[in-house]
């Protein structure tokens, strides 16, 4: 059974910083993509940042220069550094798992989320 297994939100104060962690389990043989999106309140579910397992990221235009994805492979993990944070950023964040190879064959996969509230 996969699962992504999210923590690290939390509320900060404008200006402030917050790390996000990601760790798929399971048997896994591989993940093509892995990343963050994000959900506010009424809003649909957007792309924050993702990476390729060969390295190449996208991020919204909305985060870049202020976060930052990495990824670890070996321990199929992914993290985003959060800073500078906005308001604006406050919502449930989700980490994804795009093109997961496992037993059972090949799937995407979403954790179950995690809140990011900025706020004074």
């Known amino acids: 059974q996969v699962q992504l297994v999210e923590s690290g939100g939390g509320l900060v104060q404008p200006g402030g910083s917050l790390r996000l962690s990601c760790t798929a389990s399971?048997?896994?043989?591989?993940?093509?993509?892995m990343g963050w999106y994000r959900q506010a309140p009424g809003k649909q579910r957007e792309l924050v940042a993702v990476?390729?397992?060969?390295?190449?990221?996208n991020y919204a235009d909305s985060v870049k220069g202020r976060f930052t994805i990495s990824r670890d492979n070996g321990k199929k993990s992914v993290y985003l550094e959060m800073n500078s944070l906005k308001p604006e950023d406050t919502a449930v964040y989700y980490c994804?798992?795009?093109?997961?190879?496992?037993?059972?064959?090949?799937?995407?996969?979403w954790g179950q989320g995690t809140q990011v509230t900025v706020s004074s």
């Open positions: 399971g048997s896994i043989f591989g993940i093509n993509v």
């Open positions: 994804y798992a795009g093109g997961l190879r496992s037993v059972v064959g090949m799937s995407n996969y």
């Open positions: 990476k390729s397992s060969s390295g190449n990221t």
